[in-house]
DNA sequence: CTTGAAGCTATGGTCGCTAGAGAGATTAGG
DNA sequence: CCTAATCTCTCTAGCGACCATAGCTTCAAG
């Protein structure tokens, strides 16, 4: 049996997020030892593994969930897993297109940064002015910093 | 002199949104009407535009502040402006690699999916199972779904 | 002058955690 | 066996960047 630093340690999840997780009922509620200490076997660290690595992945709790809850129910069909991990990697998608549309804009404005004073320094002047970005494209919609 | 509402519809930015940056000091507190209504004039809308832009360039609150308490100030150096547009660049550089991993790691298990039952669904197996991943590859520290 | 839209404040919720306080449990070394 | 160090426990609060709601007041058009 496992305690909850060990299991942390063994998915590579730290202690407060395996508690918030039984928290939310992404993990069932542990056994508990003699001194109320949550233990773990080896099935919440298959589970803890899958979560992780489904955060890794970029799914949602909310998609996680739902893909526990076919996981637990082995016969039903494919499709619904199916749906979820294509759904995910159509807004993947979207997000990589969307940053390479922001990358190419800073690359830009720090290519025409001449290293000046503030006055006159494009980085400044170009996010003060939308009409002196390069294409007409409409930034994306929020693809805001992590 | 603009209300609020026509402040947030000529800069793109929701009501709720522009009063939040004033809480936070992003924006000055606004001048008020007799009826205590904000009221805003040309360089608020320039300053808001100016967040707005940045903000769609993925630019956290934090770098906006100080971006602008860079613009306040026009007789210095452009390093530093420069120095947060850079790092701006390679955060969504470095995300935009992380994502191409999971993109890739995604797409093979959607191939993968046999279409038949949970029970030899690829996507599940995948997930549960970090070792079956193609390459060695430790996915994304934390690239969640938006 | 009335009505309906737009404004006000204040509070609480979202997501996925993370941090801290203060107390109790467990383990390793002496 | 005792102590000290390291877990672990519960609970609360906070982060970023907003959005939603409630219950008001103000304003502009007809």
Redesign the pocket.
């Known amino acids: 049996m496992l ?6 340690t063994q998915a590579g ?9 039984e928290q939310i009922g992404l993990l069932p509620e ?1 056994e ?7 233990l773990y076997g080896r099935r919440a660290l298959e589970r803890l593994a899958f ?1 992780r690595h489904a ?1 890794d992945l970029g799914f ?3 998609a996680i969930r739902d893909l526990l809850s076919l996981s637990d129910d082995p016969d039903q069909p494919c499709a619904a897993a199916d749906a979820i991990a294509r759904t995910q990697l159509a807004e993947i998608e979207s997000r990589i297109a969307r940053l390479t549309a922001l990358k190419v804009e800073l690359q830009r404005m720090l290519v025409q940064c001449a290293h000046g004073t503030i006055a006159d320094c494009r980085v400044i002047e170009v996010l003060g002015d939308h009409s002196l970005c390069s294409t007409d494209h409409r930034h994306a919609e ?1 693809e ?3």
Chains 1, 2 share one sequence.
């Open positions: 305690t909850i630093g060990k299991l942390g999840v730290k202690v407060p997020t395996i508690r918030y997780y542990a508990r030892s003699a001194g109320n200490q949550r979560i955060r949602s709790l909310g929020s805001a910093a992590p």
